[in-house]
């Protein structure tokens, strides 16, 4: 009897492994590419390798991206064999403007079905709601696990950074549409909110019962920073404007602020720098430090209860 049971106790928890969720998920807000920056050394040329490596590095299975224009997420489409994206311009609901996009690993998942509405009274077509100076856009997918079956719905979007009432009716309105929403499935929402952790419209989502900020319970934190850095890399701050929300069905192993950096030839480098303290072998340049966008991205690793 004793064999029986431990046979079967060994069989029911194969099952449950074979059967638990577990992913990568992630928010970027990708900096839109414009002439400034690469006057000042960050343009998108010279940056969207180096966030490609990133994402594939650290291994995300979906991510929502905010501020991503058509030939941007083109880029890093070409750039990430493997990835696909969802998501339209909030200028024309096509190909203009910023994107809020979606990217996932076609491989692990399948899209059921997507769309997109504005942050607005008027959700079905580009304009501007209340108080905000930009049309801002919500992108959403319905995704399978290929291999589980696990079905999900995935919101990513990028609220206004001018508009305090734009900020909080955008709040409501997700909330709205994830109630309203005919299926009840287990929902992740990323974006860019504008606002940190001690704002109004932050407290709506992590306060409506609906969703829960990944950072305030995950299992493990690695956050030595904010997620805003203006392409600073000597500048710190506590303020998280880029959150991860999830509902009940999620549990967050672990929560990361990635500050990756890498290096871009400075003026007049050509000279090696050796030092005594130095092994031999090692010769230093100078070097400038940059950050890939002007937001760091949030990493998250999760599981389904």
């Given at each position: 009897?004793?064999?029986?049971?431990?046979?079967?106790?060994?069989?029911?928890?194969?099952?449950l492994?074979?059967?638990?969720?577990?992913?990568?998920?992630?928010?970027?807000?990708?900096?839109?590419?414009n002439?400034?920056d690469?006057?000042?050394?960050?343009?998108?040329?010279?940056?969207?390798?180096?966030?490609?490596?990133?994402i594939?590095f650290?291994?995300?299975?979906?991510?929502?991206?905010?501020?991503g224009?058509?030939?941007?997420?083109?880029?890093?489409?070409?750039?990430?064999?493997?990835?696909?994206?969802?998501?339209?311009?909030?200028?024309?609901?096509?190909?203009?403007g910023?994107?809020?996009?979606?990217?996932?690993?076609?491989?692990?998942?399948?899209?059921?079905?997507?769309?997109?509405?504005?942050?607005?009274?008027?959700?079905?077509?580009?304009?501007?709601?209340?108080?905000?100076?930009l049309?801002?856009?919500?992108?959403?997918?319905?995704?399978?696990?290929?291999?589980?079956?696990?079905?999900?719905?995935f919101?990513?979007?990028?609220?206004?950074?001018?508009?305090?009432?734009?900020r909080?009716?955008?709040?409501?309105?997700?909330?709205?549409?994830?109630?309203?929403?005919?299926?009840?499935?287990?929902?992740?929402?990323?974006?860019?909110?504008?606002?940190?952790?001690?704002?109004?419209?932050?407290?709506?989502?992590?306060?409506?019962?609906?969703?829960?900020?990944?950072?305030?319970?995950?299992?493990?934190?690695?956050?030595?920073?904010?997620?805003?850095?203006?392409?600073h890399?000597?500048?710190?701050?506590?303020?998280?404007?880029?959150?991860?929300?999830?509902?009940?069905?999620?549990?967050?192993?672990?929560?990361?602020?990635?500050?990756?950096?890498?290096?871009?030839?400075?003026d007049?480098?050509?000279?090696?720098?050796?030092?005594?303290n130095?092994?031999?072998?090692?010769?230093?340049?100078?070097?400038?430090?940059?950050?890939?966008?002007?937001?760091?991205?949030?990493?998250?690793?999760?599981?389904?209860?």
């Amino acid at each position: 009897m004793k064999k029986f049971f431990y046979s079967f106790l060994f069989i029911f928890c194969s099952l449950l492994a074979v059967q638990a969720e577990s992913m990568v998920v992630a928010t970027y807000n990708l900096r839109y590419a414009n002439k400034e920056d690469s006057t000042a050394g960050n343009g998108w040329g010279q940056r969207y390798p180096y966030i490609a490596q990133l994402i594939q590095f650290h291994g995300f299975d979906i991510l929502g991206t905010q501020e991503g224009k058509f030939h941007q997420l083109q880029d890093l489409k070409k750039a990430m064999p493997g990835y696909d994206y969802i998501g339209v311009g909030r200028d024309d609901g096509k190909q203009g403007g910023e994107h809020s996009a979606i990217f996932y690993r076609t491989g692990k998942f399948e899209v059921l079905d997507h769309g997109d509405f504005w942050l607005s009274t008027i959700t079905d077509r580009p304009n501007k709601g209340w108080d905000a100076v930009l049309p801002r856009i919500c992108t959403w997918g319905k995704f399978r696990d290929r291999e589980t079956g696990f079905t999900f719905l995935f919101f990513n979007l990028h609220m206004d950074h001018i508009g305090v009432q734009a900020r909080t009716e955008s709040a409501k309105l997700i909330l709205k549409k994830i109630r309203e929403f005919p299926e009840r499935l287990p929902t992740i929402l990323t974006g860019d909110f504008n606002v940190d952790q001690n704002n109004e419209s932050y407290l709506l989502l992590d306060n409506s019962g609906i969703m829960r900020d990944s950072y305030q319970i995950a299992d493990f934190r690695y956050a030595t920073n904010g997620t805003f850095n203006g392409f600073h890399v000597d500048r710190k701050t506590d303020s998280r404007i880029d959150h991860l929300f999830l509902t009940k069905e999620f549990e967050v192993e672990k929560y990361g602020i990635l500050t990756d950096t890498y290096r871009s030839e400075a003026d007049g480098n050509s000279q090696r720098e050796q030092n005594a303290n130095f092994p031999k072998e090692v010769s230093m340049q100078k070097y400038v430090a940059r950050t890939p966008s002007d937001h760091f991205p949030i990493m998250i690793v999760v599981s389904v209860k």
